[in-house]
């Protein structure tokens, strides 16, 4: 059973475009986190949110953690190609657990 | 290296042969975690160590597996009599704590390949 669903799981865009990508479980996390990885290479963190509803913004991309901490979205204004690759979610319930992982929304951006 | 190290990048086996795959975390760093990544997909947690805590071992597929951190540092993940669905990348991370709103530091990865 997949704890984190996400979606969608591939996507292709031109340089320029808007788009949005989604973590979503019934289950309630203390925390999430949103990674990049790119290929031959481990995921890099890129935002960890901690509070239902939080927003947090890192330049072209904003991360939202849902009101109930069961969901999130990022969304990237103005994809550059260097935003290609596998964009992956993980969250734990309770502290002292290991993370657990979405399986990923794969993201081309081409010029 | 400042980063998490682990070898061999790449190894190609036969099937029912015994693999150890090694992975050297950022100095300091309490916890450590291994992962499985099949081609294109998400991670698949493995084993989590924390401490002098007894490790999380329930990711861990089968019997075949094992996993262990001698003194508190380096890892090693053994897979006995290897089968070709045992074929991923096995990705190693570290963290200052087991606390999850910390960041998760990753190696690059070992490669396995079971003819």
């Known amino acids: 059973t997949q704890l984190l669903e996400q979606s969608p799981q591939f996507l292709s865009i031109q340089e320029g475009e808007n788009l949005t990508v989604y973590c979503n479980s019934s289950?309630?996390?203390?925390?999430l986190q949103w990674y990049r990885q790119e290929p031959g290479e481990g995921p890099v963190l890129l935002v960890t949110?901690?509070?239902?509803?939080e927003v947090k913004k890192l330049k072209r991309l904003t991360f939202q953690f849902g009101d109930a901490r069961k969901d999130s979205s990022l969304h990237i204004t103005a994809a550059q190609p260097g935003d290609t690759g596998l964009y992956l979610c993980?969250?734990?319930?309770?502290?002292?657990?290991?993370?657990?992982f979405g399986k990923g929304t794969s993201l081309l951006v081409t010029p | 290296g400042a980063g998490v190290s682990q070898s061999p990048s790449n190894k190609v086996t036969e099937k029912g042969k015994d693999v150890e795959l090694r992975c050297d975390p950022i100095?300091?760093?309490?916890?450590l975690y291994w992962y499985r990544q099949s081609l294109g997909q998400g991670l698949e947690f493995l084993i989590y160590?924390?401490?002098?805590?007894?490790?999380?071992k329930s990711g861990l597929p089968s019997d075949r597996f094992s996993a262990e951190r001698t003194g508190g540092s380096v890892s090693t993940l053994t897979i006995q009599r290897t089968q070709q669905e045992d074929s991923a990348v096995y990705l190693c991370?570290?963290?200052?704590?087991?606390?999850?709103?910390?960041?998760?530091?990753f190696g690059e990865g070992s490669r396995l390949t079971v003819l």
């Open positions: 991370a570290s963290s200052w704590t087991g606390a999850n709103t910390g960041e998760l530091f």
């Open positions: 993980a969250g734990d319930r309770n502290s002292g657990y290991a993370l657990n």
């Open positions: 100095s300091g760093h309490t916890a």
């Open positions: 949110v901690v509070t239902g509803g």
């Open positions: 289950s309630v996390f203390s925390s």
């Open positions: 160590f924390q401490g002098n805590s007894a490790p999380d």
